[in-house]
């Protein structure tokens, strides 16, 4: 049996009130949630649906996937009281569905919950001390597995505090639903077409979910949506051929240098992006001042930021969660490991813009070719190529502020309320397709290496989330009979 330490960081507490009646979570479902993780029976749990390789992109990790949805996510749907679904992809390239419901009482308010079953390939031979990435493997508070941070460890967190509820109160006080989807990780194919055409079956209230990390491992934190992401490929396709750099060289020109150029009249040396178009208009006061205070890095295994770097009137914050960033993700001509003396043919770039709800993406293409066209680079081919879109609920929505003062009930330091979070994932079907707000409450941190050979979950995250969890959703029960 797996006992796990105490946390490290600020314990939980529960209501003032003497006897708990109207605490944000009683005492016995705080006792209950962190005797679940201590006994190690949540490590056993993640285990199991760890050791299923649901790899969305590869043939193997399909059979997988029916697998999971089939064995783990319907049992555990059908235990909370819910009729479950499973539906086939409008898209070929992405897999099935699944919805689980509960409807207690039409009146009451209706959660929507999210998670994605599919997970990145597990890098099979490279992570630290031969573990195996599909054998959940505990070292001190790391708890080492593919999906052990991203996602299955995160939903199995809510699945279970939802559980504990249940068992504790004979109802959840609320109408439930619960997505599945199985393409997270290759840009959810077909998830916009799904939801468009199953609204009344996805219709809530509010959507809670849990993806993503926390601002840093010590830190309850609720983000309100995502950064959208486009991918722009420049090509400087010159001619077919290499020519001896001694016999050309100052007459042919170079593709790589003509590409270096083109790259730095997108973003300069010190990642100032130069292009107006491809930057947000403003810089809300309501997102300001919700980034105000907050500290990036400066934690144990973090990396030290770089001063000097990026929008410098902005504070990291602000230029992590709040603005824009043109990244070069990959950039090549010939074979850089064995060079050899001639001016090559053609370069390529990968770049990438991470880019905040309220920006207009729908002409980067065609911005970036006139910015360089402009500059000299007209025989710079451009592709640009969007994945998740940007949104966010507003910061000073109802829901925000009941969520915080839950959270700020139930744990000793104070929930931080991110506008956006860095990465990104697919918010936008929920705010602009369904209407709702949205609440991310992540159980992971920075440091986790997902999608890296050694992912893990941290124990003391998974033993105090599954209290805030549970605390949100006793909460909303609670406020549902009020109702």
């Not at 993503?212 to 420049?234: E, H, K, N, Y």
Request: with cysteine.
């Amino acid at each position: 049996m797996v006992r796990v330490r105490k946390p490290t960081y600020a314990p939980l507490r529960h209501s003032t009130s003497e006897s708990g009646d109207n605490a944000v979570i009683p005492a016995e479902l705080v006792t209950k949630a962190h005797e679940h993780v201590d006994s190690g029976a949540f490590f056993t749990e993640l285990a199991e649906l760890v050791r299923y390789a649901t790899v969305s992109d590869h043939p193997s990790g399909r059979v997988a996937i029916k697998a999971y949805l089939d064995e783990v996510l319907t049992p555990a749907l059908t235990a909370l009281g819910c009729s479950v679904e499973t539906y086939p992809n409008p898209d070929p390239d992405g897999g099935p569905f699944l919805i689980g419901t509960r409807i207690e009482r039409p009146e009451l308010p209706t959660l929507l919950c999210y998670g994605h079953a599919d997970v990145v390939d597990g890098h099979e031979g490279r992570w630290s001390e031969g573990r195996d990435p599909w054998t959940l493997t505990a070292d001190g508070e790391r708890w080492y597995g593919r999906g052990s941070a991203d996602n299955k460890g995160q939903h199995l967190i809510n699945l279970t505090a939802l559980r504990l509820l249940l068992a504790e109160t004979g109802s959840l006080g609320f109408n439930l639903k619960f997505l599945f989807e199985t393409g997270e990780e290759i840009g959810s194919p077909g998830l916009d077409e799904f939801v468009e055409a199953n609204r009344e079956a996805l219709s809530a209230d509010v959507l809670i979910a849990s993806d993503g990390p926390r601002l840093d491992a010590a830190t309850p934190t609720v983000f309100l949506g995502a950064r959208g992401s486009v991918r722009i490929a420049l090509d400087v396709d010159l001619r077919p051929d290499a020519y001896h750099s001694g016999n050309w060289g100052g007459v042919l020109r170079n593709p790589a240098t003509t590409l270096a150029g083109a790259i730095a009249c997108l973003v300069d040396g010190h990642g100032r992006v130069q292009v107006p178009e491809l930057l947000p208009p403003e810089l809300p006061d309501t997102v300001r001042a919700a980034l105000a205070g907050l500290e990036i890095g400066n934690k144990p295994g973090d990396p030290v930021l770089d001063e000097g770097w990026g929008d410098t009137a902005l504070t990291a914050a602000e230029r992590l969660y709040g603005w824009n960033t043109l990244e070069v993700l990959s950039l090549g001509a010939a074979d850089i490991d064995r060079p050899v003396n001639a001016i090559p043919g053609r370069a390529r770039a990968m770049l990438q813009l991470r880019y905040v709800a309220g920006t207009d993406v729908d002409g980067v293409g065609e911005a970036i070719t006139k910015h360089l066209a402009a500059n000299g680079f007209s025989m710079v081919d451009v592709t640009a190529d969007g994945s998740f879109r940007a949104s966010r609920t507003p910061v000073d929505d109802p829901w925000v502020g009941w969520a915080k003062s839950v959270l700020d009930e139930v744990a000793e330091q104070r929930a931080a309320i991110l506008p956006s979070f860095g990465g990104g994932l697919p918010n936008h079907v929920f705010t602009d397709l369904l209407g709702l707000p949205t609440l991310w409450l992540p159980h992971s941190y920075p440091g986790c290496l997902q999608h890296a050979p050694d992912e893990h979950l941290l124990a003391p995250i998974a033993r105090e989330g599954l209290v805030l969890a549970t605390a949100l959703f006793h909460a909303l029960g609670r406020r549902g009979e009020e109702a």
